[in-house]
């Protein structure tokens, strides 16, 4: 992965941290930060799942590589909103 997909990863991880957790139902009891730093994490590694499914480069927008990532985002925001309820 070159840097400027690093960097657009990280500006579409904020988009994808935020739609995860419009995913999710109810309230979640974790920050702004926490929710754009699962966000990035997701965008990264959805993308490294995508290249590996060869789904990363289609003509157009996207859609796989979203998916995954917004599904990696909301179970990331769920994993993280219940350890934090444990608390």
């Known amino acids: 992965m070159e840097i400027s997909g690093i960097i657009s990863a990280i500006v579409i991880g904020i988009i994808i941290g935020v739609l995860g957790?419009?995913?999710?139902?109810?309230r979640q009891r974790i920050g702004v930060l926490w929710t754009i730093l699962v966000g990035i994490a997701a965008a990264l590694v959805g993308s490294g799942i995508a290249s590996a499914f060869d789904v990363a480069e289609t003509e157009g927008v996207d859609w796989v590589e979203w998916l995954i990532q917004i599904g990696l985002a909301a179970v990331g925001v769920a994993a993280l909103d219940r350890s934090k309820a444990r608390r």
């Open 21 to 26: 957790r419009l995913v999710v139902p109810g």
